[in-house]
């Protein structure tokens, strides 16, 4: 069981707009940045926001992080059939001297 | 354009070691922490471990600690895993990443992974 997490799936139509939670402690998320990746099956995964809320180039801005205390979200708007993929969390934890993945989120588009 | 891949992966028996590399080309390597990430079939992503830019700061997971052994050899853009006391719950990909530019260990960049898998 993951120190950090995530609910295990999430879902939604084309165009809605989803959020996926990631929730960890004072050591972990409360101290330090939030990361999100995503992977498609078979392929590594890919960043997608650093630093809580800043986007690599090429990640469209209707992908946006935030952070809030001890948890964060990924907000996808417009979401689009190829937005189905796995989503995973991350930061470094104080105590462990080492980051941590959230389990993962599965999202579905409907 | 970054490119980092990976080899050294295949079957082992169980107690057994192997030893994984890295070699990256598009960027300073040496400019840059490094980590191993691992998934194992069918589940999430595990942060192996890390080690810094200059190889003087080396980090682990409590499940690899003591068996796992982060390295780097600046001179040939390598980044090494060696792997002792193998477990069948040590059966994943691992991927080698490269950091951001401000050390986080996390990965801006990703290989695209080898397959170890411990089995008698």
């Known amino acids: 069981q993951s120190v950090v997490t995530q609910p295990p799936s999430a879902s939604g139509t084309p165009g809605q707009r989803v959020t996926i939670s990631c929730s960890g402690s004072s050591s972990n998320i409360g101290s330090n940045y939030v990361y999100w990746y995503q992977q498609f099956p078979g392929t590594a995964p890919k960043l997608l926001i650093y630093r809580n809320n800043q986007r690599p180039s090429g990640v469209p801005d209707r992908i946006s992080g935030s952070k809030s205390g001890t948890s964060a979200s990924l907000a996808i708007s417009g979401l689009r059939s190829e937005d189905e993929a796995d989503y995973y969390c991350?930061?470094?934890?104080?105590?462990?001297?080492?980051?941590?993945f959230g389990g993962g989120t599965k999202l579905t588009v409907l | 354009e970054v490119q980092l891949l990976e080899s050294g992966g295949g079957l082992v028996q169980p107690g057994g070691s192997l030893r994984l590399s890295c070699t990256a080309s598009?960027?300073?390597?040496?400019?840059?922490?490094m980590s191993w990430v691992r998934q194992a079939p069918g589940k999430g992503l595990e942060w192996v471990s890390g080690?810094?830019?200059?190889?003087?700061?080396?980090y682990y997971a409590d499940s690899v600690k003591g068996r796992f052994t982060i390295s780097r050899d600046n001179s040939k853009n390598t980044l090494y895993v060696q792997m002792n006391s193998l477990r069948a719950e040590d059966t994943a990909v691992y991927y080698c990443?490269?950091?951001?530019?401000?050390?986080?260990?996390?990965?801006?960049?990703w290989g695209q992974g080898t397959l170890v898998t411990v089995s008698s």
């Open positions: 080690i810094s830019a200059s190889d003087d700061s080396t």
């Open positions: 990443a490269k950091d951001l530019p401000i050390t986080s260990f996390q990965a801006e960049y």
């Open positions: 991350a930061t470094w934890d104080d105590s462990l001297s080492g980051s941590l």
């Open positions: 598009g960027f300073t390597f040496n400019n840059y922490a």
